[in-house]
């Protein structure tokens, strides 16, 4: 009998390892998912950020300057225009670095908020897991004191039904044991 009863236990452990076990690989594949899912939407925005990046627009130094370049070509003042074409040019340069760490500061920004969001959903999937897998120790737990108690009454109905057969034959070998007696008693009395 409590082989059988251990055979049950057994098999219900491993019921439950492998139901545990695979809610937590199910759990590891939901992260990789999601974890790919993050990367792709992290490598869409900034794809989509930089297709909708427009140049820098020229400040009014420079389309002043172009103006006045334009007018010494005409005046044949190359001298001055070339001065002012390198100007330009630095100011063109200047222009481009600063909209170019705008750009990347807005980028930045996007993908740190981006990331926020991402281990936002990240901790409540992990939550939804864990949550998941507690809920099943706790079924488990539940189950396993059932099949516990199950084997207690077993158990106690066993010993109650050993004992009671056993006043029986206490109570039959009593019995015999006084008509022995009273046989013994009366062959005893019928001799004399």
């Not at 980028?107 to 990240?122: I, P, R, T, Y």
């Not at 949550?131 to 108690?149: C, F, H, T, V």
């Not at 009593?174 to 001799?191: H, R, V």
């Amino acid at each position: 009998m409590q082989s059988a009863q251990l055979e049950k236990l057994a098999l219900f452990n491993r019921r439950w390892d492998e139901q545990i076990a695979q809610l937590s690989r199910q759990g590891q594949e939901l992260e990789a998912d999601l974890g790919d899912r993050h990367r792709a939407e992290a490598e869409q925005l900034q794809q989509s950020f930089v297709a909708s990046q427009s140049p820098p627009k020229p400040n009014p130094e420079l389309l002043n300057l172009i103006e006045m370049r334009k007018k010494m070509v005409k005046t044949r003042r190359y001298a001055d225009a070339d001065m002012a074409s390198q100007r330009i040019e630095e100011i063109q340069s200047r222009l481009n670095q600063e909209w170019r760490q705008k750009e990347k500061m807005k980028l930045d920004s996007l993908l740190v908020n981006l990331e926020k969001k991402h281990a936002m959903e990240l901790q409540g999937l992990r939550i939804r897991i864990d949550n998941g897998i507690k809920e099943n120790e706790k079924e488990r737990a539940k189950e396993l004191d059932n099949l516990l108690q199950k084997y207690q009454n077993f158990q106690r109905e066993l010993e109650n039904k050993n004992t009671f057969d056993l006043q029986k034959y206490q109570k039959v070998l009593q019995k015999q044991n006084e008509m022995i007696i009273a046989e013994s008693s009366n062959l005893s009395t019928s001799d004399l």
